[in-house]
């Protein structure tokens, strides 16, 4: 099949799975119930993928086959042809879409077969920017300071005028507080480090340039696969923190301690869809009106090299 046609059918099967996942998640917003807003989303998803015109395997998942009932790594789902390798988080960010806090979302990547890093459960350190700028400017060898002051240089304005994004842990008190003596403007999250790589890819509407920091190396790969379909740039670490970790990591046949490129990462064409569930900086989030589920995605796809931004309405029963 050529890579036009691979596109179109995988960006449908995406756009479809993340859709339905945040329609049905939404329903639970609000309501304190992370686990089921999250299956809730699983279910439907993996209900979508059951139908689907493609042979896929789950590579990022949600877990290993004695902890996850549906959707584990190494399920194997559609109704037959192209191998393609899944990469979901049915629900990014279960905790805030059960606080109804902003920038819940559902997220999936599919790449043909073997095109998708299997990253382990684990912490992963992540740095990334949108397109635009010079191959190699931003590199996780440099302090959080020299990155910004490249980045800066590069798009031509003050370290005051580029925002940085991260998790709000503990554990980033040290790059925060460098980034803040350096100039640069720090945007804080709460949860869903995918939304804020992610965001670099269109810091003018995002209000985000860089994001730094770690989280789970699945969300790791979900938002490379992003980066990757708008031609950013993303480096990253793994971080096992248990010998058991360390082990796990290992398995995956390199150096665990290695930088991992974006092409380690995502190392062919991709398809990247996300859906809002809550409202956030890049999507309303799901409205229901009416009979109509109203749903905004983004559906990207590096085949073509189209990125869309969708607004679908659903007709509920
Ligand atoms: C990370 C991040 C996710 O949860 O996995 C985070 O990648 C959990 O991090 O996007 P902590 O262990 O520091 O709480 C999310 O924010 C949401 O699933």
């Not at 925002?163 to 503990?170: N, Y």
Request: glycine letters at 12%; aromatic letters at 6%.
């Amino acid at each position: 099949m050529n890579k036009a046609a691979t596109g179109m059918i995988l960006t449908q099967i995406a756009q479809t799975a993340t859709e339905v996942a945040a329609i049905a998640s939404a329903r639970l917003r609000g309501f304190g119930r992370k686990n089921d807003a999250d299956q809730a989303a699983v279910d439907a998803m993996r209900r979508s993928f059951q139908d689907a015109p493609f042979a896929g395997k789950v590579v990022i998942g949600e877990g290993e086959i004695d902890e996850a009932p549906m959707l584990y790594i190494g399920e194997e789902l559609g109704a037959g042809g192209i191998a393609v390798d899944i990469a979901v988080d049915p629900l990014e960010g279960t905790k805030l879409c059960a606080h109804d806090a902003p920038n819940a979302m559902t997220v999936v990547a599919l790449a043909p077969k073997g095109g998708l890093l299997h990253a382990p459960d684990m912490y992963m350190d992540k740095l990334a920017i949108g397109p635009g700028y010079p191959p190699g400017l931003i590199d996780l060898d440099l302090s959080p300071t020299e990155n910004v002051t490249r980045l800066a240089k590069a798009k031509g304005v003050p370290v005051s005028a580029i925002r940085a994004c991260l998790l709000d842990r503990e554990r980033h008190h040290g790059i925060i507080e460098e980034l803040r003596r350096a100039g640069a403007g720090v945007r804080l999250i709460p949860d869903g480090d995918v939304a804020g790589v992610f965001w670099t890819t269109e810091a003018a509407r995002s209000g985000v340039d860089i994001y730094f920091g770690s989280g789970g190396a699945p969300e790791g790969v979900l938002a490379a696969a992003a980066i990757r379909c708008a031609g950013g740039q993303m480096q990253a670490r793994l971080k096992p923190e248990t010998p058991e970790e360390e082990e796990r990591a290992r398995k995956m046949g390199r150096d665990v301690h290695a930088k991992l490129t974006l092409d380690q990462m995502v190392s062919g064409d991709v398809v990247f869809a996300a859906s809002g569930v809550t409202h956030g900086s890049m999507f309303e989030g799901v409205h229901f009106e009416g009979d109509g589920a109203h749903v905004d995605s983004l559906v990207w796809d590096s085949f073509t090299g189209r990125r869309t931004r969708i607004r679908s309405v659903w007709a509920q029963a």
